[in-house]
Structures are given as C-alpha cells and as structure tokens.
C-alpha cells in the first residue's frame, strides 16, 4: 500500500469514528437516566427477600417504597408546631411531580400520615410511594428523586419556624445515593480526562499528542455507549452508578495505555525511517498482539462476573466489557488513523528525527530501565526472594481487611439529610419505624409465627400494616414486624437472621423480608460471590496466559505473583482503611471487584512485558532477552501504570465509601504490580529459572547461551541495537 491510498484510508476512518461520536456522545450524557440504584432490584428472584416482595406485591398489588418524614424540635414539639404540621402534611399530596401529584404515586388506598413520638419532641411523616411507580423513568430524573426534591423544598415553610426537617427512609437513601451519583456525568469524567492530559503533558512533552490520545479515550467511551445505552433501556443488562462510574474509568485509562503503547513503537519506528507509512505499520504489527491479549484478559476477566448473583455486579461484566473492547477498537483504528494524518508534527516541539535515534520523548529515555535491567541481571536471586519476601510481609495484613458490610448510611463519606435523618428517627421513634419486616405465612401457622417473632430479641410484632387488615390470600398472610434496632443497622440484620432461624422450627414455609432482610440478603450474595467468581476468574485468566505465551511455568508464575501482589494491595489497604482513614469496614463486594480489576488489569503489565520478553529471547536467549525487554518496556509500562492509577483515583471525587476503597485498592494495586511485581519480580526470577521459564515450550528446552551476569551487559546492549526491524521496540 503507498503512503497516498494509506492517507485516504485513515481520512475514511476518521470520518467513521466522527459518525460514531455524533451518535454515542449524546448517548453517554444519557446513562444515567436508565440506571437503577435501588439495592433490592439487585438480588436474585431466588432471594428471600425478593421472593416475600414478589408476595406482597400479589396480597397488596403493588409493592411500597417507604419515603420518612422526621420532623422535630429539641425542646418539645408546641400545640402550634402540631398545627402547623398537620396542616403541611395535608399539603404534600398536592406537590407537583413531574406533570402529575405526589398522590399519584402513593400506593393504593394508602395515605400520608403523622405519627408522634412518645417523647413529645418529634412527628414521623410517612409517606407510603409505590416503588414501581416511583422508579420509572421522569425525563432524566425519577418520581422519586423529584419528589424529595419537592418535599424538602417545601420543608422550608417549617424549617422557617425553628423545626428541624429531614427526609429518610428508604425512599432518601435512595434519591441520595442518585444525587450522589450524579456527578458522574461531569466532574467524575472531568477529573479523569485532566489527570490524564496532565500525565500526557509530562511524557510526551508536546501540547498536541496528548490531545490526540484524549479524543480517541472519548470516541472509546462513545462507542461503548451506542452499545450500552439501548441494551441497558431494554432490561437486557443492568446499569448502576457504580457501573457507570467504573466504565469512564476503565475506558479512559484502558484507551490511554493502549495509546500509550503504539505511540511509544510509533516513536522508536519513527527513528529509522523517513516514512511515516512504514514506521506506522511496524509499530502496529508490533503492538497488536500484546493489545489484543491484555484486552482480551480484562473482558473475559469482567465477563466472569455473569457469575455473580448480584445483578449490580453481573451487570458491570458486560458494561466494562464493551468499555474495554471500545478502548481496543479506538486504540487500534482512530488513533493509528490519527498518527497517519499528522505523522511527525503531532510530536511538536520533540519531533522524532532520523538522525538521532536517543532523541524522542521521555517514553523513549531508556537510560533509567538500563540501570534496572543492569541491576537485575546481576543479583537476580537477591532481588526476587527481597521482593517476594516484602510482598509477603505486607500480605500477612490481608486477613484484617473488614469486609463483613457496612450499614447505608456508611455508605456516604459526606453528611446527607437521609443519614442525619434517620439518626433524628432512631432517638425519638423505635429503630425499625417505617421500614417494617415483612413476614409471609401460611394461614395455618399465623399463631405460631406471631408467638415466634414476640419472643426473638431485637423484633417487635405488628399486627398488620399500618391502617389496614392483615392481607391474605391463596392459603398465606403477610405480617408485619419492627426491629427496635436501627434498621439500616448490623444488629437490624443480626435480629431478622435469628428471626428466620427461629421460625424455620415452626414453619418451612415462612419467609422474612424488608429492607433490612433485603441488606442481609445482599450480603450474603456477595459472599457468595466471593467464592465462585474469583476461582473462575483465576482460571480463565491462567488459560489465556498459557494460550498467548505458549508456556506453563511462565503463566504460572505471573499468576502467582498477581495472586500475591493482589493479597499485599489488601493487607496495605487493611492497614490504611483501619488506622488511618478509620472507615467502618467495607462492603464484600469491594474484594471482589478489586480482585477483578487487579488480576485482570494488573496482569497486563505482565503481558506487555512477556510478549516481548519471549520475541527478544528466540533471538537472544531466555535471559538476555528478558533484559532487554525489561529495558525497551519499562518507560511505557510504567507510565501506563501511573495513567490507570491515576484515571481510577479519580473515582474518589465522588462521595461514597465503596467508590472510596475501590479507587485506593486498584491504584496502589496497580501501582505494586507495575512498579514491584513487573520490574523486579518477574524478570529477576525469570533470569534465575533462565529458558526453563518458557517450558515446555520448545524456546524452554534450548541451552541457555548467557549467563546472568554476562546476560545483563548483553541484554542492555542489545536493547540500544538492531533498530531497523519491525520489531524494534515496544
């Protein structure tokens, strides 16, 4: 092909991705308009909770969505306060939401009502919506969200006379948790686009290249979203803020490193060429296997969580999946398009030249890595038991990680009106005030259960619902109970767990749900998860690895070492999270998750590294030419390290404790694998095992030509040599 018919081929595949963008950039600001929030919609239909909630919802015909009102004065509420309140709560059926009333969205013949403290200092508004009603789609917003919007600003009325009001329950967790993460759209991608242009500004040290990976990270998350967004509007998939949130990062970061990548070879093969043409296809033959498999890793890495029961989990498989295949598709077509059009001026003021090959950006400075590869091909053994040892120690910390759950209100790292609500709640009313335990029995065993539920500490029984006659229907009753604990709480959880253990002895057919039974239940989910996601997730990964490096004891050890590096992440994070954030604990979930991006990420490094590492020693030998790639890879890797971590640090701008713990896990994560286990680790142990690394393969039976010492001035040499192949660097 010439340099002209390739120069129109890449002016049509920009002209592609600009369709693409003119579609799925609109597309991204709508997201969030089809995310659920609401943690029961989570849980599988075989859950306990879920199962009682399908109940009532047959009894009752509908389901409820509790929305509290706690309104109170500290020294005890007047004869006018009581006037006053009781003539604002007969106003809220009358707020406008949407193009429709508050009233439209109560469940059937249920209505807003007060209840007073026996304290005297507070009322209990609770406003009963239906949670199907509540939850579909109002423009880019919910009845929910604009409800309690409504409901505060008309609190002010209240407010205005001394009275303290807060909306809670599990309607202002909820419309919380969504205003929370409604900065996604904005400042999250905002803060993640500048941290990585400012990385780019520092390596590349021109104002134009840094510009043309961002637009190509963008066009990736466009292309995600054309996908996405239709698939998640139908149901087929299940989109979450946290999702959403974990797909700009992962896009961003991933398109950026695969950038990283084919501009660092687009430089090398700039040097001993005039062509642009040629140096482009040299660098892209040379980086699109090891983009590929890294790629392929993450999405059938994420894919694994199809395994989990938790829908907000499985559904993050599939939506990082087309994320990372966007970054893939990006990286291997827009850009090289990009850097055909603009060749060497797009690396203005530090244009590559032909006649000094040591010239280039900081990418392409390999006099740092020498020193590293030097050191390593001299003391390999010293180096990898110190390492493995440091590792060890600080992986002896990981079982003290607290991932047991925590409560909705830990979930906030700022002060929301939902949480200090329901602590205004649990000092005036009992715990579980507005947020029953639902109780389905068979109609036989009413008496039974009742006696049960009176003499398990921590439940207090109800009737019925408030207002109404105990439903029944089909041979069962729906009861109602109270925790006296917070609802949200740990003992709320511990009380309904003893609840059902105790009622299993008088009745198989009695199921337990509520909120709190729903939390239970999504704990419990995810320690499940726990324990079939990650061995899968092993697994695959271990197969690809010996698929791609054509070895065993090679993927092996990668897989180790990820495994240890990932136990160090979580023994350091314990330390931190326990003694110096003082967090309350973390949720299951976040283990998981970490686990998934860790091993899926944190293997690439090594991939990039190995890919290289076996092309270098069919030529030189297994130890040379793990020096030498160490040395041509370092710059690079490195840097696509530092980008992922710093892309994945920017979800900590949003204030919630899991997106929190998940920021700082992965980037120290990926900072242990890039700059420990990928420098030092592995190529040290790879220089003591030598060619046996490679077995059985037939490059793992061939003599080793060098010995270690003498490999480390071989293979740095060599690094610096033999420039005029297509293979030259990575």
């Known amino acids: ?77 007047t004869t006018t306060d009581q006037r006053a309140i009781g003539k604002w709560v007969g106003t809220l059926g009358q707020l406008q939401v949407g193009d429709k009333t508050l009233a439209d969205y109560l469940t059937p013949d249920q209505q807003i009502f007060p209840v007073p403290s026996q304290d005297g200092k507070a009322t209990l508004v609770s406003i009963p919506l239906d949670s199907t009603k509540a939850s579909e789609p109002l423009g880019d917003s919910t009845p929910l969200a604009e409800a309690v919007t409504e409901i505060r600003a008309a609190a002010d009325a209240l407010k205005a006379t001394g009275l303290t009001v807060q909306v809670t329950g599990p309607g202002g967790y909820v419309a919380d948790l969504v205003s929370a993460f409604a900065g996604i759209d904005g400042v999250l991608l905002l803060v993640a686009l500048v941290v990585v242009l400012v990385i780019l500004l520092i390596v590349y040290r021109s104002p134009v290249l840094p510009f043309a990976v961002l637009v190509s990270a963008v066009f990736a998350l466009g292309a995600a979203a054309t996908i996405i967004y239709p698939l998640a509007e139908s149901g087929v998939i299940q989109l979450s803020g946290q999702s959403q949130g974990i797909l700009f990062i992962l896009v961003v970061g991933a398109a950026t490193d695969y950038a990283l990548l084919l501009v660092s070879r687009f430089t090398e093969e700039l040097h001993p060429t005039t062509e642009t043409w040629t140096a482009l296809r040299r660098a892209w033959r040379g980086t699109v296997e090891p983009i590929l498999a890294s790629g392929g890793t993450v999405i059938l890495g994420l894919l694994c969580l199809l395994l989990s029961k938790l829908s907000s989990n499985s559904g993050l498989g599939p939506v990082g999946a087309l994320g990372i295949a966007g970054a893939m598709l990006s990286a291997l077509t827009f850009l090289p398009a990009l ?60 079982p003290t990680f607290r991932a047991t759950g925590i409560t909705t209100a830990e979930t906030f790292l700022t002060t929301v009106e939902s949480v200090e609500g329901n602590r205004t709640l649990t000092e005036h009313f009992p715990g579980g005030s507005g947020s029953p335990v639902t109780i389905i029995a068979p109609n036989e065993d009413v008496a039974a259960v009742t006696a049960v539920v009176a003499a398990t500490q921590g439940m207090a029984m109800q009737s019925a619902g408030p207002g109404t006659d105990t439903p029944s229907a089909d041979g069962v009753s729906l009861l109602y109970a109270t925790v006296t604990a917070d609802a949200q709480s740990a003992a709320a959880e511990e009380s309904v767990q003893t609840l059902r ?67 160090a992440t979580l023994g350091i994070s314990a330390v931190m999270f326990n003694h110096v954030f003082n967090f309350p604990g973390a949720d299951p979930s976040t283990t998981l998750l970490g686990f998934v991006f860790l091993i899926a990420l944190g293997i690439d490094y090594s991939i990039f590294l190995m890919t290289r590492a076996r092309e270098e020693s069919l030529k030189l030998g297994a130890r040379a030419g793990m020096l030498r790639a160490l040395t041509v890879t370092g710059g690079v890797i490195t840097s696509a390290g530092i980008v992922l971590a710093s892309t994945f640090s920017a979800l900590a701008v949003l204030p919630l404790l899991f997106l929190a713990q998940i920021a700082f896990i992965v980037a120290l994560g990926v900072l242990v694998d890039t700059l420990v286990v990928r420098s030092l680790l592995v190529p040290a142990l790879s220089v003591d095992l030598g060619n046996k690394v490679w077995w059985p393969s037939k490059l793992g039976r061939q003599p080793n030509p060098t010995h270690p010492r003498r490999a480390a001035a071989s293979g740095a040499s060599a690094s610096f040599g033999d420039s005029e192949g297509p293979n030259h660097a990575l």
């Open 1 to 77: 092909m010439t340099a002209r018919k390739a120069r129109w081929i890449a002016l049509g595949v920009v002209l592609v991705w600009l369709a693409i963008g003119g579609i799925g950039g609109p597309l991204v600001g709508k997201l969030s308009s089809v995310q659920s929030n609401d943690s029961s919609s989570f849980l599988p239909t075989e859950s306990e909770s879920v199962m009682v909630r399908n109940q009532v919802a047959k009894l009752s015909g509908n389901t409820s969505l509790p929305l509290l009102v706690v309104i109170q004065r500290p020294d005890g509420l």
């Open 339 to 398: 850097l055909m059009l603009g060749g060497r001026r797009l690396f203005w003021p530090s244009i590559p030249r032909t006649d000094r090959p040591d010239r280039g950006s900081v990418l392409s400075n390999k006099l740092g890595w020498r020193k590293v590869s030097d050191n390593v091909g001299r003391r390999p053994r010293t180096i990898w038991v110190v390492t493995l040892l440091a590792l060890a120690v600080a992986a002896a910390f990981a």
């Open 501 to 567: 253990t105790n009622l299993d002895a008088v009745s198989s057919n009695a199921l337990v749900g509520g909120s709190t039974a729903e939390a239970l239940d999504t704990r419990d989910a995810a320690e499940r998860d726990n324990r079939v996601v990650v061995p899968a997730i092993v697994v695959v990964v271990l197969l690809v690895l010996m698929l791609l490096l054509r070895a065993i004891v090679a993927p092996v050890m990668l897989m180790a070492f990820n495994l240890l590096s990932f136990a």
